[in-house]
């Protein structure tokens, strides 16, 4: 009896064997055809998008555009009277605060500078400044690259004329070239809406 279950068992072996199936190892799971034909991960199915929208949503892309100092020429918002102040040597005008007082000293000096300030200012503040500047653009921009490169550049248009613009912690500078000159109009007080009107009315003369 021994002797045919032996028989049976080697035979069922051979029979594998002949039929490409490899006996199972102790402590391996038996890999059946049916596993070894599946997928290792089921396909990831497709979101489900409304019929009106679009996937995948892009993100809107916000840029902010960097708001220089109002430029002349853009039209000025007065509450107050106003005078006129004409250089016809240097070749400009504003209009200006008529309380102001309009120091010019300066045109005694190589720059020619001319300082606005209101009555009562703070010593060492400069309200609303008009000056040359002996640099040229290109010299200006090699400056602040070197000293002041926390300054925030801006290159505007101011009073028609293509210019640049540094805007510091209290204080706002901007290099205008007209007629083979450099002109400088600054300011310590660029929140003062009084000089934000001058920055506006600011024109060059023939």
Same mark, same amino acid.
């Given at each position: 009896?021994?002797?045919?279950?032996? /028989?049976? %068992?080697?035979?069922?072996?051979?029979?594998?064997?002949?039929?490409?199936?490899?006996?199972?190892?102790?402590?391996?799971?038996?890999?059946?055809?049916? $596993?070894?034909? &599946?997928?290792?991960? @089921?396909?990831?199915?497709? @979101?489900?998008?409304? /019929?009106?929208?679009?996937? @995948?949503?892009?993100?809107?892309?916000?840029?902010?555009?960097?708001? @220089?100092?109002?430029? /002349?020429?853009?039209?000025?918002?007065? &509450? %107050?009277?106003? $005078?006129?102040?004409?250089?016809?040597?240097? =070749?400009?005008?504003?209009?200006?605060?008529?309380?102001?007082?309009?120091?010019?000293?300066?045109?005694?000096?190589?720059?020619?500078?001319?300082?606005?300030?209101?009555?009562?200012?703070?010593?060492?503040?400069?309200?609303?400044?008009?000056?040359?500047?002996?640099?040229?653009?290109?010299?200006?921009? =090699?400056?602040?690259?070197? &000293?002041?490169?926390?300054?925030?550049?801006?290159?505007?248009?101011?009073?028609?004329?293509?210019? %640049?613009?540094?805007?510091? +912690?209290?204080?706002? +500078?901007?290099?205008?070239?007209?007629?083979?000159?450099?002109?400088?109009?600054? &300011?310590?007080?660029?929140?003062?809406?009084?000089?934000?009107?001058?920055?506006?009315?600011?024109?060059?003369?023939?």
């Amino acid at each position: 009896m021994l002797s045919r279950v032996m /028989s049976a %068992i080697i035979l069922a072996s051979l029979l594998l064997a002949a039929c490409g199936v490899p006996a199972s190892q102790p402590g391996t799971p038996a890999v059946t055809a049916e $596993a070894q034909g &599946t997928v290792p991960y @089921p396909p990831v199915a497709a @979101p489900v998008v409304e /019929s009106n929208d679009v996937y @995948p949503a892009p993100l809107p892309v916000v840029t902010e555009q960097t708001n @220089p100092y109002p430029s /002349s020429g853009e039209g000025a918002v007065n &509450t %107050i009277s106003t $005078a006129t102040y004409t250089n016809t040597e240097l =070749k400009y005008q504003l209009n200006y605060p008529a309380d102001w007082q309009v120091n010019e000293d300066g045109l005694n000096q190589p720059n020619q500078e001319v300082i606005f300030s209101p009555p009562g200012a703070a010593a060492f503040t400069i309200y609303f400044s008009v000056l040359l500047d002996e640099r040229d653009i290109e010299t200006v921009r =090699k400056v602040y690259q070197e &000293t002041l490169p926390e300054a925030v550049l801006n290159e505007i248009t101011f009073a028609g004329q293509p210019a %640049i613009q540094y805007t510091m +912690e209290n204080r706002v +500078e901007v290099y205008v070239p007209y007629q083979d000159q450099v002109y400088l109009i600054y &300011t310590d007080q660029p929140a003062d809406q009084q000089v934000t009107n001058m920055f506006l009315s600011f024109r060059f003369l023939p």
